[in-house]
């Protein structure tokens, strides 16, 4: 008989923890199917030979004694025939932030490169590593791939680390980590709404939140979508913007609460300003 999953973390805690006893379900399977442990009172009693017992069982299954933990890789699941790769181990993208270089960043002495609608994806520690004179955050993953595109944020002569703030995927957590230990200013390109307003307000070391010019937002303001893209985010988010000490966000926010409307970053690509956002580093 097989053992599952339960069954396994089970016998891998009774190895460790070398209980006196446990009443549960997968206890009273386990007493049942190996005659592990003895039923006494409605709880199961385990000895010194049950502790054996449930050794040998999972060594006999091809499974480890010890848990791996959260940490462990899907190669030290996969080397253990008795378990899936994907059980209690920690997913690809643990450890994983996506980026794109602007403007020369470097890296060890080289130059980094990563072609229009690419981006490469490293380790939070080789992400500290990058040589750039600025980072900015994109909120979404297809602003972010295709950031080349909108040209009115000007970039030159700066080296620019453009991050992506993260998915289901690609962990928020990790890129904020990486913006943590980083110690450049940050620019943050976000949706005009509280959210996307909340996150900037939430960056260390904010230098700029680059959005179109206040007049042009205003022009784009209406329809269904875009009182949506307010009041999905509002309540969530006012405490936040009503205290935010950055400028440019109390600006934006005071226009964003008078319309009560939002817009996704995605729509600002049709900006067509007199003058592009200043280079970065001016």
């Not at 899936?84 to 130059?111: F, I, M």
């Not at 680059?210 to 303001?221: F, R, T």
């Not at 205290?243 to 067509?272: C, D, F, N, T, V």
Request: one cysteine or more.
């Amino acid at each position: 008989m097989a053992l599952n999953a339960t069954e396994r973390r089970f016998l891998q805690e009774l190895v460790a923890s070398r209980p006196a006893a446990r009443r549960s379900h997968v206890a009273a399977s386990l007493c049942r199917n190996f005659g592990l442990g003895a039923l006494i009172a409605g709880h199961i009693e385990y000895s010194e030979a049950d502790y054996s017992r449930a050794r040998d069982l999972l060594l006999a299954s091809g499974l480890p004694v010890q848990a791996l933990g959260p940490e462990a890789s899907r190669a030290q699941a996969a080397s253990h025939g008795g378990m899936s790769e994907k059980s209690g181990t920690r997913g690809p993208h643990t450890n994983s932030v996506a980026l794109k270089s602007l403007g020369g960043c470097r890296l060890d002495g080289h130059e980094l490169w990563t072609p229009a609608c690419g981006y490469l994806v490293c380790t939070i520690d080789d992400g500290v590593r990058i040589d750039a004179d600025r980072v900015l955050l994109v909120e979404n993953l297809e602003v972010f791939r295709n950031i080349e595109q909108y040209a009115w944020i000007a970039t030159a002569p700066a080296s620019v680390l453009v991050v992506f703030r993260g998915d289901r995927e690609l962990s928020a957590a990790d890129s904020t980590k990486l913006l943590a230990r980083r110690s450049d200013p940050v620019w943050a390109f976000v949706d005009f709404d509280p959210a996307g307003l909340g996150i900037a307000a939430g960056v260390p070391r904010l230098e700029r939140v680059v959005l179109p010019e206040l007049p042009w937002l205003e022009g784009q303001l209406g329809g269904p979508r875009s009182l949506e893209l307010f009041h999905g985010s509002y309540d969530q988010w006012r405490a936040t913007l009503d205290s935010a000490p950055h400028s440019q966000i109390r600006a934006a926010w005071s226009l964003m609460k008078a319309k009560r409307a939002g817009l996704a970053q995605e729509a600002m690509l049709a900006y067509k300003p007199t003058d592009v956002i200043p280079h970065i580093g001016s």
